[in-house]
């Protein structure tokens, strides 16, 4: 079953993430890195201007969301088929060839910019995201653990892609469990995911396992169970869930993570439940429905692995032409004439990625999965 306005959403999270990335690019109040600095000692305005436009596009938050967004999308997916070795075989290579084609044309672009045109200076006014990034040379090996998603400090965004295929191995499990086990005994092995969660602190997969077990739970929920709450109550829900997914990282320090991001898994959940089985949903959720963000959603996974590369070329293009005190003056101005450029040229890259690249994979996995399950008929 697809549905357009969590395609829609996914396209959201991708451009809160970017625009979350283009307010950490330069320095602001002579801080290298706002985003490790408490509100109570951000020293000007300009620092706390930052600070609540990190709030409002959270991308730690949109990250989130997107694992919860998985967890569903890929629950529908298996949902169309009896789960057997075959149909599980089909799934993996979907799964690969969905996220490592793109992901290796974006490193293989990275590869070539480093290594032939990059030149590192630390520039003055930029902040410490920026001047850390390809501040070392190039090594085989660094290209060999970042193209298998061991490393990610090429494409720093890519540990999310880490994730996304460390856990798959699991989906078809957990999917198995959800479909045998009733509400109640789901969520007991909900609580001991996030229960394993809290224990592996330093682990990013087992931190996150649950969030994409929760995704997968979704789809197990009745529109009548959701339809005992009026729609305006669930309008209510939905806003609240909003406004905890922007504040969790500031409700709690950053040694409680796995308390923000347990709260951000379920006011997620909350979003996607309410797209997909509200019947009479707020109209504002219409903007969903615009064909530019419909767009983006298509292209979400390319734009979101290529967004923050062209953010670092325009970024360094900027310090090369602006003088140091017109940075330091208007650091948010400027940040904001980034967000313009990178966000439009990323999405028209974005847009020849998915072209190119995605869809032609697509179309691979589609007859990969066609040849595997064929002796098989579907599930109904």
């Given at each position: 079953?697809?549905?357009s306005?969590?395609?829609?959403?996914?396209?959201?999270?991708?451009?809160?993430?970017?625009?979350?990335?283009?307010?950490?690019?330069?320095?602001?109040?002579?801080?290298?890195?706002?985003?490790?600095?408490?509100?109570?000692?951000?020293?000007?305005?300009?620092?706390?201007?930052?600070?609540?436009?990190?709030?409002v596009?959270?991308?730690?938050?949109?990250?989130?969301?997107?694992?919860?967004?998985?967890?569903?999308?890929?629950?529908?997916?298996?949902?169309?088929?009896a789960?057997?070795?075959?149909?599980?075989?089909?799934?993996?290579?979907?799964?690969?060839?969905?996220?490592?084609?793109?992901?290796?044309?974006?490193?293989?672009?990275?590869?070539?910019?480093?290594?032939?045109?990059?030149t590192?200076?630390?520039?003055?006014?930029?902040?410490?995201?920026?001047i850390?990034?390809?501040?070392?040379?190039?090594?085989?090996?660094?290209?060999?653990?970042?193209?298998?998603?061991?490393?990610?400090?090429?494409?720093?965004?890519?540990?999310?892609?880490?994730?996304?295929?460390?856990?798959?191995?699991?989906?078809?499990?957990?999917?198995?469990?959800i479909?045998?086990?009733?509400?109640?005994?789901?969520?007991?092995?909900?609580m001991?995911?996030?229960?394993?969660?809290?224990?592996?602190p330093?682990?990013?997969?087992?931190?996150?396992?649950?969030?994409?077990?929760?995704?997968?739970?979704?789809?197990?929920?009745?529109?009548?169970?959701?339809?005992?709450?009026?729609?305006?109550t669930?309008?209510?829900?939905?806003?609240?869930?909003?406004?905890f997914?922007?504040?969790?990282?500031?409700?709690?320090?950053?040694?409680?993570?796995?308390?923000?991001?347990?709260?951000?898994?379920?006011?997620a959940?909350v979003?996607?439940?309410?797209?997909?089985?509200?019947?009479?949903?707020?109209?504002?959720?219409?903007?969903?429905?615009?064909?530019?963000l419909?767009l983006?959603?298509?292209?979400?996974?390319?734009?979101?692995?290529?967004?923050?590369?062209?953010?670092?070329?325009?970024?360094?293009?900027?310090?090369?032409?602006?003088?140091?005190?017109?940075?330091?003056?208007?650091?948010?101005?400027?940040?904001?004439?980034?967000?313009?450029?990178?966000?439009?040229?990323?999405?028209q890259?974005?847009?020849?990625?998915?072209?190119?690249?995605?869809?032609?994979?697509i179309?691979?996995?589609?007859?990969?999965?066609?040849?595997i399950?064929?002796?098989e008929?579907?599930?109904?």
């Amino acid at each position: 079953m697809f549905i357009s306005r969590l395609e829609s959403l996914r396209g959201l999270a991708a451009l809160m993430v970017a625009v979350g990335h283009c307010f950490v690019m330069l320095e602001v109040d002579g801080l290298a890195d706002i985003r490790q600095i408490p509100f109570a000692e951000l020293p000007g305005w300009r620092s706390w201007v930052s600070r609540v436009m990190l709030i409002v596009f959270n991308g730690p938050a949109a990250v989130t969301v997107f694992f919860v967004l998985s967890g569903t999308v890929l629950g529908m997916s298996l949902e169309r088929r009896a789960q057997t070795v075959r149909t599980t075989a089909s799934f993996f290579c979907r799964r690969l060839l969905r996220i490592l084609p793109a992901h290796l044309f974006c490193l293989l672009v990275i590869v070539f910019y480093v290594g032939l045109i990059h030149t590192h200076r630390a520039y003055v006014p930029a902040s410490a995201v920026f001047i850390q990034l390809y501040e070392s040379g190039l090594t085989g090996l660094q290209l060999f653990r970042n193209a298998l998603l061991l490393e990610n400090d090429l494409n720093p965004v890519s540990w999310t892609l880490t994730i996304e295929l460390g856990i798959s191995i699991a989906i078809p499990l957990m999917f198995f469990i959800i479909r045998s086990q009733s509400a109640v005994r789901n969520s007991c092995v909900l609580m001991l995911l996030v229960a394993a969660s809290w224990l592996l602190p330093n682990n990013q997969i087992g931190r996150y396992a649950y969030v994409f077990f929760l995704g997968l739970m979704l789809t197990r929920i009745h529109a009548a169970t959701v339809a005992r709450l009026s729609t305006t109550t669930w309008n209510g829900l939905l806003v609240l869930s909003i406004i905890f997914l922007c504040l969790a990282r500031t409700l709690f320090a950053k040694e409680y993570a796995h308390c923000f991001v347990l709260l951000e898994a379920l006011m997620a959940s909350v979003v996607v439940v309410y797209l997909v089985y509200v019947v009479n949903p707020h109209r504002f959720l219409r903007v969903l429905d615009h064909p530019w963000l419909q767009l983006l959603g298509k292209v979400s996974f390319s734009f979101y692995l290529w967004h923050f590369v062209v953010l670092y070329w325009c970024a360094t293009l900027l310090f090369k032409c602006i003088y140091e005190d017109v940075a330091r003056q208007y650091p948010l101005s400027l940040a904001l004439g980034l967000m313009v450029i990178s966000v439009f040229l990323a999405y028209q890259v974005a847009t020849i990625s998915y072209r190119l690249v995605e869809v032609p994979f697509i179309t691979v996995g589609k007859r990969v999965t066609a040849w595997i399950v064929r002796p098989e008929e579907p599930h109904k």
